[in-house]
């Protein structure tokens, strides 16, 4: 059973510092935090923060112009069913990405976040993309399963979200690769 | 904290479900790193979708998620900056949760309590109007608030409110217990402790304060002469806690109060082996033979206290030294190098490089590292150092891109000039030629039904058949011109083959139009592909960036600048240090310094106690 605070102040008793106990600091209110130092160096991580974002726009712009870039997510719904270990991407037959994941990464995942598993370059024209998950199915089992996306890359980026859901119905993971419009 | 900000942060639903919008996975990515506690990943993600338009009507939701990774980041002036411009019409109740959350985290680190008070009232209104409990964050930040203007009945309530399962509820008990000692009330304060001790859970950060609660009840049963309560609670304290030396010294310094001499003899003894300079064990080193004194020969107290003093005087210079080094730049540097590169300061001194305990003597550095501020200057020196190392790389990045670029508007010129030098155009525009003439026969096709006239047939006729109606036509005009008598069975003869045409030409007129359309069907697929050929030549000769060598020069010079600004603060962080060393060792001689003035008075009086008993032998 929890204990109760139960603060009734009496008449207060300033404790006498003793010469040999004062040396042990131990008592000094905890979490605390902020130095004087420290707006200057939030301004700095600010500014980095927008140097790199001014990067990575620049990167997409020169190495992945719209006419050709293709990005893929992959977006786990509840994994009840499904521990995911690694993907594996294909695109026209050819492999373009694999991952391992750790199991931060996984957990991030099943908490909602989305992954970009790859950012890159695809002719225009017809295109297949094929993904192959690796991990474990219901019981703890091996389990390999891929899923396929056919797609016609046109001027504009092209988006294609990967997910895996829990088929309830049928207990088993259920994949599916879907452009995103 | 993390599942606070799980739910106030953001949307915590895993569910996914339908193909998500391309403004929510971007958001996504932004959580998959943030769930990583990536958190200058995920602020980076933010900013680049808000740059890129990609946050689609998310406008709340994207500035709630940069303000609080950036307040993650410890960049709270831009944090406050973005919640504030967050128009208020905009928020949904849960929105303003989530921002006065925010707002509340923001102001409690800044210690700004009016504003704290102000957005903890809205909080706790809304958090009661959408029926949701008082988060056991926002419960230790109110206590805190009303601790610190007295209100101490009101701050215990509220922290009886927290569930014993929250950390939180031990450090604002822990909190708690150490304003009410501040402020004289040691009873409750005591009381506070108590309650501390007894909070279940294993996790370290609770067992940890359980410590200290339990080590302050302890002084303060000792500083209100209740010297056994403070003995049985120092009993309880476990062997390995990291409290265990100071724990010793106050179970010493209360052996020798209660004149239980051979109990603090023990103690300190057990202290003293351990070696190093802990305060703790300096103290032992006077400890020891203050304690043999009432049970010993005095040649024995005498050669302890010789030995003390010599330890004492030894390190004294030990010290000196160290102060004489931090003076030093370079030395500091390394010093901060070795704190840096040991890990996380708070998980564990043991992780301490040997470099670091080398160049610092002994242990003296132990609990001078486990100070706050020594473990925010090495904090923030290490993010320095990765900002540093990270802008160090931009210019080498910029080159490549520098290089990208050229390429790409070499290639662009290039395929400017394949495309004029190919004869596409020239082919693209008369197959248009053709195409405009196609439709314009079907126009007229279409305009005039079949008349025996020439300008109908010669429309729908072949070249081969317009050139027979020609030659009938001028044969006709010819023998029109001639007598009758001569032509007449000629001119019918014509009339009749120029009939047969017309009949022929108006039977086939329906297959000859289809034709036209179907030819210039035709030609409209293939005028397409060469026009799509033609695009996609276009398309990427456009696509080399404008601008790139400015956009360049620019990044360069802020990148220059931000490094000019970071190696000051790297600078100064070691100054800092620096400054914090030498006033600890300052500190750290005061004291010896003290011990040794002790010591050398007791080594006079035992040497006076020998001296009177040989000469009283």
Redesign the interface.
């Known amino acids: 059973m929890k204990q109760s605070v139960g603060v009734c102040l009496g008449s207060g008793r300033r404790a006498a510092a003793g010469l040999v106990v004062a040396l042990l600091a131990v008592s000094s209110p905890v979490m605390a935090e902020d130095t004087s130092l420290a707006g200057d160096l939030g301004q700095m991580k600010l500014d980095m923060a927008e140097l790199k974002r001014d990067l990575v726009i620049l990167e997409e712009d020169l190495l992945f112009p719209a006419s050709s870039q293709m990005s893929v997510y992959l977006a786990v719904d509840v994994g009840e069913f499904f521990q995911l270990d690694s993907v594996t991407l294909e695109l026209n037959g050819k492999q373009i990405a694999h991952h391992l994941y750790t199991e931060r990464q996984a957990d991030a995942l099943v908490r909602g976040g989305v992954q970009r598993v790859y950012l890159g370059n695809v002719k225009q024209g017809d295109n297949q993309l094929t993904a192959y998950f690796v991990g474990r199915g219901p019981e703890g089992r091996d389990f390999r399963r891929a899923t396929s996306v056919d797609f016609e890359k046109a001027f504009e980026p092209t988006f294609i979200q990967l997910n895996i859901a829990d088929a309830t119905a049928s207990h088993q993971p259920d994949f599916s690769a879907t452009v995103v419009e | 904290m993390f599942r606070f900000l ?1 739910e106030l942060f953001l ?7 339908e ?4 403004e ?2 971007t958001y ?2 932004a ?6 506690q990536d958190y ?1 990943a995920a ?2 993600d933010v ?2 979708a808000e ?2 338009g990609r946050i689609g009507n998310e406008r709340v939701k994207f500035d709630l998620a940069r303000g609080s990774l ?1 307040f993650e ?6 944090a406050l900056k973005v919640f504030d411009s967050v128009p208020a019409q905009a928020l949904t109740d849960l929105d303003r949760l989530r921002l006065d959350f925010h707002l509340a985290r923001l102001y409690h ?3 700004n309590w009016d504003r704290l008070e102000t957005v903890l009232t809205e909080l706790e209104a809304a958090q009661s109007a959408l029926k949701t409990d008082m988060h056991p964050e926002v419960a230790f930040m109110h206590a805190d608030l009303l601790t610190r203007r007295g209100e ?2 009101r ?3 509220i ?2 409110g927290i ?2 399962s929250e950390p939180y509820r031990a ?1 604002a ?4 217990g ?4 501040d ?6 304060a005591a ?2 402790f ?2 501390l001790e ?1 909070m279940p859970g294993n996790a370290q950060e609770v067992r940890d ?1 359980r410590q ?1 609660g339990r ?2 009840r302890a ?2 049963s ?3 002469q209740a010297l056994e309560d403070a003995r049985t609670i120092l009993d309880d304290l476990p062997g390995s806690s990291r ?1 265990r030396d ?1 724990a010793l ?2 179970y010493g ?1 209360l052996a020798m109060d209660q004149k239980d001499y051979e109990l603090a003899a023990r103690i300190w003894l057990t202290l003293r082996q351990q070696g190093g300079w802990q ?2 064990i300096s ?1 032992a080193r006077l400890g020891f033979p203050m304690a043999l004194q009432g049970m010993s020969e005095p040649g024995l107290v005498l050669a302890h206290f010789q030995t003390s003093e010599r330890e004492y005087e030894q390190h004294l210079l030990d010290l000196t030294t160290v102060r004489r080094q931090s003076a030093d730049a370079a030395w500091v540097n390394r010093l901060m190098r070795a704190l840096a590169s040991s890990g996380s300061v708070e998980a564990g001194l043991a992780d301490l490089t040997r470099e670091a305990g080398d160049l610092l003597g002994r242990d003296e550095w132990l609990g001078w590292l486990s100070a ?2 020594v473990q ?2 090495v904090d ?1 020196w290490r ?2 150092h990765e ?1 540093a190392q ?2 160090g790389s ?1 210019p080498d ?2 080159d490549i ?1 520098e290089q ?2 050229r390429r ?1 508007a070499e290639r662009a010129q290039e395929l400017s000039h394949a495309l004029a030098d190919s004869g596409v155009l020239d082919q693209a525009t008369a197959m248009r030629d053709e195409r405009n003439r196609l439709t314009d026969r079907a126009a007229a096709l279409d305009s005039a039904p079949p008349t025996m006239d020439e300008s109908w047939m010669l429309s729908v006729a072949t070249d081969e058949e317009a050139a027979s109606i020609r030659r009938l036509l001028a044969m006709r005009e010819e023998l029109a011109s001639s007598p009758p008598a001569q032509t007449g069975a000629l001119l019918d003869r014509v009339n009749r083959l120029l009939g047969a045409l017309f009949f022929q030409l108006a039977d086939d007129y329906p297959n000859r139009r289809w034709q036209l359309v179907r030819q210039g069907q035709d030609l409209d697929e293939s005028l397409a592909e060469v026009d799509a050929s033609v695009g ?1 030549v276009r ?2 000769a456009a ?1 080399h ?1 404008e601008g ?1 060598e400015a ?2 020069a620019e ?1 360069r010079a ?2 220059t600048l ?1 490094s000019e ?2 190696n000051a ?1 790297i600078h ?2 070691e100054i ?1 240090l620096g400054d914090l060393l030498q006033q600890h060792m300052a500190e750290q001689a005061k ?1 010896i310094e003290q011990y040794l003035f002790m010591t050398r008075v007791a080594i006079a009086q035992a040497s006076d106690q020998l001296a009177m008993a040989e000469d009283s032998r």
């Open positions: 799980c949307s915590c639903s895993a569910a996914v479900g193909p998500l919008s391309v929510e996975l996504r990515s959580l998959f790193d943030y769930y990583q200058p602020l980076v900013l680049v740059r890129q950036a980041q410890g960049m709270v002036d831009y680190r800044q210690q101490y009945a701050a215990g309530a922290i009886d569930s014993d450090y008990l822990y909190n708690f150490v304003a009410l000692r402020a004289g009330h040691g009873a409750e009381d506070v108590r309650v007894g304060l200290r080590l302050a002084y303060l000792r500083d209100a409290y100071s010294a106050t310094s305060p703790s103290l706050g501020d925010t200057l923030e993010t320095l900002m990270w802008l931009v990045t910029l891109y990208v670029s790409q996609r398309r990427a696509e960036r790139v956009d360049l990044y802020r990148a931000l600004r970071v603060a100064d962080r800092a004291r």
